[in-house]
Structures are given as structure tokens and as C-alpha cells.
């Protein structure tokens, strides 16, 4: 099974400060027929079900501010999100999607500073 | 729209079985797989399998295929996924979820989510 590290585990914040969650495989997810790298970001937020953020490793989902960044290939991925704003505040998950099983990362709570 | 409707929260005996449903609605439901997810609470999430509702096709997790059962009723848009001989490793919320289409191309990534079922194995 491909293993999926997230780093932080926690992050606290400041409304308007920039973040980085970190997303690490244990094998490339870039995938040599469409040239894609198959990395998927989530938001959670307490009490609600996921939310798909970006897929493709840096294409925003419909509806998605442009303050959400995705970036990478192969084995290294970064979500970013620019000038944080209080709704943002939620437990993030990254998920490869090259080969089953499907596997998460362990997820990055974005707390309050 | 697309919405994805659960079956409430379980309690179940240790040992029982539980069997839940995902309706669909908003799409044609023999367009997308259906994939399942399980979140403990607290954690992270699980991938436990797919089904084609058109075929009937499914693809487990090797971690749960002994565990679930992943079926549809396609005359009512409603896939169902049993969990069987049930422990307190088993209590978690439950997703169903639908794959992203972006053009014309189907993606194994969860776009649309039911709402979760709980279910709480105890005696």
C-alpha cells in the first residue's frame, strides 16, 4: 500500500497568515499515460463530512477560493493556503488516488494561535 | 444537485451484522462508482472499496474484504454496504461517496459525500 505522511500534525495560525501543510508518498503518484500527478486535498470541519479541495495535485474544485494552493509531483506535495481566514479552520487530508487501495494521510489540524 | 442520502446512526451487538444505505439522487447512478469510506472518530480516514452500480464490479480494500459487503439496488438509486461480525474496531462513521468527472474523465477522487453513518458496536 502506498503511505501517505502529512506533516504538520497541528498548525496553529493567525487570520491573514499564509500556511503550508506538507504531503509526502511512499511511491510517485505521477502517472506517465496522462502525465498527472493523482493527489488529493480535503478539508474537514468538525461535525461536517470532507470536502474536496484539489485534485490533479494543484486543480482547485469547483467553488474553491484561489487562496487554496496545491503544488508537487511525484512523491512531494504542498497545500497552501493564503491569508487564512476563520472558516478556514478544519483538519486537512491528502489521498493518493494512483493505485488501491486508496490511502490518507493522517491529516493536519489548522488551529486558532 | 447531487446528494447522497445515509441511513442513521446504528447500534449494534458485537458480533451482529449492520447494514447500511447511500440514495442517490441529482445524476444518473449507474454513471459513477460509489466508493465507501470509514472515518474512527477522532481519526483519519480509510478507503474500503468501490462498487459499479452498472455491473455490480467491486474493489475492496484487502483490509476489509472480509469485513464488507458492497452491493446496489439500481430500480431505487441506493447502494448498500453490510459490515459483518461486527467489533469495537468496527465503530466509526461510515461515507459514501461519488467520484469527480472532469472532462469526460472520471477521477477517483470523493466529490460529493453522503452525510455519514455512525455506528457504535456494543453490548
Known amino acids: 500500500d502506498i503511505v501517505m505522511t502529512q506533516s504538520p500534525s497541528s498548525l496553529a495560525v493567525s487570520a491573514g497568515e499564509t500556511v503550508t501543510i506538507n504531503c509526502k508518498s511512499s511511491?510517485?503518484?505521477?502517472?506517465?499515460?496522462?502525465?498527472?500527478?493523482?493527489l488529493a486535498w480535503y478539508q474537514q470541519k468538525p461535525g461536517q463530512s470532507p470536502k474536496l479541495l484539489i485534485y490533479?495535485?494543484?486543480t482547485r474544485e469547483s467553488g474553491v477560493p484561489d487562496r487554496f494552493i496545491g503544488s508537487g509531483s511525484g512523491t512531494d506535495f504542498t497545500l497552501t493556503i493564503s491569508s487564512v481566514q476563520a472558516e478556514d479552520l478544519a483538519n486537512y487530508y491528502c489521498?493518493?488516488?494512483?493505485?488501491?487501495?486508496?490511502?490518507f494521510g493522517a491529516g493536519t489540524k489548522l488551529e486558532l494561535k | 444537485q447531487v446528494n447522497l442520502l445515509q441511513s442513521g446512526a446504528a447500534l449494534v451487538k458485537p458480533g451482529a451484522s449492520v447494514k447500511l444505505s447511500c440514495k442517490a439522487s441529482?445524476?444518473?447512478?449507474?454513471?459513477?462508482?460509489i466508493h465507501w469510506v470509514k472515518q474512527s472518530h477522532g481519526k483519519s480516514l480509510e478507503w474500503i472499496g468501490y462498487?459499479?452500480?452498472?455491473?455490480?464490479?467491486?474493489n475492496y480494500n484487502e483490509k476489509f474484504k472480509s469485513k464488507a459487503t458492497l452491493t446496489v439496488d439500481k430500480s431505487t438509486n441506493t447502494a448498500y454496504m453490510e459490515l459483518s461480525r461486527l467489533t469495537s474496531e468496527d465503530s466509526a462513521t461510515y461515507y459514501c461517496?461519488?467520484?469527480?468527472?472532469?472532462?469526460?474523465?472520471?477521477?477517483?477522487?470523493?466529490?460529493?459525500w453522503g452525510q455519514g453513518a455512525s455506528v457504535t458496536v456494543s453490548s
Open positions: 461517496t461519488r467520484p469527480l468527472m472532469d472532462s469526460s474523465y472520471i477521477y477517483d477522487v470523493m466529490d460529493a
Open positions: 441529482g445524476y444518473t447512478f449507474t454513471d459513477y462508482y
Open positions: 462498487i459499479n452500480p452498472n455491473s455490480g464490479y467491486t
Open positions: 511511491q510517485s503518484l505521477f502517472g506517465s499515460v496522462r502525465q498527472k500527478n493523482y
Open positions: 490533479l495535485a494543484s
Open positions: 489521498q493518493q488516488y494512483y493505485d488501491t487501495p486508496y490511502t
